[in-house]
């Protein structure tokens, strides 16, 4: 376990809908990344926060937003939701706010239908 | 752009023999360099990492090198075991004041008993 706690596990939603997607970092870390896997795309970085600020920014879709809360939880919302946004979202958070290990959680799966 | 190259995608060899991995960054602010084992179906785990003034890192059967001029670095594991079965990933780090991490595609390493 490592500590980083994502709800939900699995997620079924349709086309056109917005989910919420929500992770809590383990104690005492500040920083909280979002990443996207899946099967033809790999892990690919979403978006990372510090503190409550956003930090660094992948090809996060217009569509998708993310925030940090005074309590250091994060939430990524997706919206107007697509088939190809079906995978694994995970959380990672780690200390501090560079080069240095990342934990994951263990992922919600997203299917789109 | 930012990008890691990873080979091979997969890896066959039998138990005992030696595995390497190789990647490819192509940001040379990059100075941060880890190796995430992902077993099937659960998040990915830190097995190693390096920083940029380091040139080899030991940990038991696991070692990774670094080669900062020429971008590349490499993970090593030897005597491999049926448990080192997974999907591997090396990511480098997009330099600056941030923990983005970009990851290479993977390799799936099978070890035959």
């Known amino acids: 376990d490592s500590g980083v706690t994502q709800t939900p596990k699995h997620l079924i939603t349709a086309t056109g809908q917005r989910v919420t997607l929500r992770c809590s970092p383990r104690s005492g870390d500040l920083s909280v990344y979002w990443y996207q896997q899946s099967l033809d795309q790999g892990l690919q970085f979403l978006i990372q926060?510090?503190?409550?600020?956003?930090?660094a920014k992948g090809n996060i879709l217009e569509r998708f937003s993310a925030q940090q809360f005074p309590d250091l939880h994060s939430e990524l919302n997706l919206s107007s939701l697509e088939l190809g946004d079906s995978a694994l979202y995970f959380c990672?958070?780690?200390?501090?706010?560079?080069?240095?290990?990342?934990?994951f959680g263990q992922g919600t799966r997203l299917t789109v239908v | 752009g930012e990008n890691v190259e990873q080979h091979p995608s997969t890896l066959s060899v039998q138990e005992g023999d030696s595995a390497v991995i190789k990647c490819t960054y192509s940001d040379s602010a990059s100075n941060y360099f880890p190796w995430y084992k992902q077993e099937l179906g659960k998040r990915p785990q830190l097995i190693i990492d390096i920083r940029s003034n380091v040139g080899e890192k030991k940990d038991q059967r696991i070692a990774v090198t670094l080669n900062k001029t020429a971008k590349h670095f490499s993970l090593h594991i030897t005597e491999t075991q049926p448990e080192d079965s997974a999907v591997y990933f090396c990511a480098a780090s997009m330099g600056g004041a941030t923990n983005k991490l970009i990851f290479g595609t993977g390799t799936l390493l099978a070890v035959q008993p």
């Open positions: 990672a958070s780690s200390v501090v706010v560079a080069n240095t290990e990342a934990f």
């Open positions: 926060y510090y503190n409550g600020e956003e930090r």
